[in-house]
């Protein structure tokens, strides 16, 4: 069993155990995101799985995302006012963003406990996370830019 098909049948378990029902869409939504590492948009789900699933609404997408992410199987990652991207990752990492193209590529470094620790001490709050992210040009966009300045 490849390392994709154990996670998908211990989502599918969490599925269950958290009585959610597990329909062909939302079968075919998980399978999609954890198979993918574009960080994709719900639109970008619905138009991979639309031919599949033809009568299937950008709604629906949005809906199994929800269910998905209150379970803790998909974690939503909110940039400004573009849309909203899901990570089936949600273990502790951290992402690079390309200025470009909007390339979301995965990165794992330490915990930075000791920066919430600190922010808790100079500021009262009680943390309860945070995120970082990297910004700059991906390979494929800097290769681009080279081609057109010849």
Sequence with gaps: MSETEDKL???IDTLKKSGVRITPQRHAVLEYLLNSM????ADDIY??????FPNMSVATVYNNLRVLK???LVRELTY???SSRFDCNTSDHYHI???QCGKIVDFHYPSLEEVES???QVTGFDVSHHRLEVYGTCNACKEQMAAKEQ
């Design 70 to 72: 209150d379970i803790g």
């Design 38 to 41: 574009i960080h994709p948009t």
């Design 80 to 82: 400004g006012d573009s």
């Design 9 to 11: 049948r211990q989502a």
């Design 47 to 52: 138009k991979a799985l639309e031919g599949k």
């Design 97 to 99: 963003i390309c200025n």
């Design 118 to 120: 600190l922010a808790e």
